[in-house]
């Protein structure tokens, strides 16, 4: 089985009000990346070096 990483819900919205970014299935938040409040700043880009 093929289940490293949970995937959310597709189509959820930002929690944030007003808001209607639509949240990736990789977010495991309730707000967009804009809205995340976390203790780890956003990440830059990613380089794919591989
Ligand atoms: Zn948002």
Redo the contacts with the bound molecule.
């Keep these: 089985m093929h289940k490293k990483s949970k995937l959310q819900k597709k189509g959820r919205i ?1 929690n ?1 009000h007003g ?1 209607k ?1 639509i949240l990736s299935v990789y977010n495991p938040g309730d ?2 990346y ?2 995340q409040q976390s203790d780890t700043p956003a990440t830059p880009h990613r380089i794919a070096t591989e």
């Design positions: 930002c944030v808001c970014n707000c967009c804009i809205h």
